[in-house]
């Protein structure tokens, strides 16, 4: 507690939840308790509500696992997408970066996540059994695999290269412009389209 020392303990857990988030250090943990502290009653209750209702409204949705409110996403209730393309990536932030190349009109299936056995990600831990399931139910001619280019990406491409071949699907992969060892949401929107475009064909004999 010494180095909190001069902190009620009301404000001692504040900069302690700040600290609990991703890239926030105890400099600006502290600098946005202070803010909180400083604001008006009505933009820190604002803030606090903005919280709870992500928490209370966000769900996966039903279809393809990305986030929505209702049951379907926006991008699987839009009947202007192409159903017969499914992209698979490992976050709903690689949709999000996907969407902002404005290259792509079909439809998108979410892992939450890639394979890491080292991690104890299995596959069973991922949405991998739900994406069979919609290939085999009919209707998906290609399914482009664009988990990120590095290790586990590859690993998780390969995996789900071997169940879905059997489904007799058209499968690619992301082309390289793509640098190795990146993620998709770092990458520019030129960047995406040109990957997107230039994707090309999982060969049976290799890996992605």
Partial sequence: MDEWRGYTPAMIRLAEEFGRLPGIGRKTAERLTYHILKSSREDALRLATAIREVKEKVRACRECCNIAEEDLCAICADPRRD????CVVEQPRDVLALEASGS???LYHVLMGHLNPLEGVEPEHLTIAALVERVRRGGVREVILATNPNLEGDA???FLTRELRPL???LTRLARGLPTGSSLEYASPNILADALSGRREIDAETTP
Wanted: glycine content about 16%.
């Fill in 156 to 158: 998780t491409a390969l």
């Fill in 104 to 106: 792509y009109r079909g």
């Fill in 83 to 86: 159903r017969s393309q499914l």
């Fill in 168 to 170: 007799g699907v058209r």
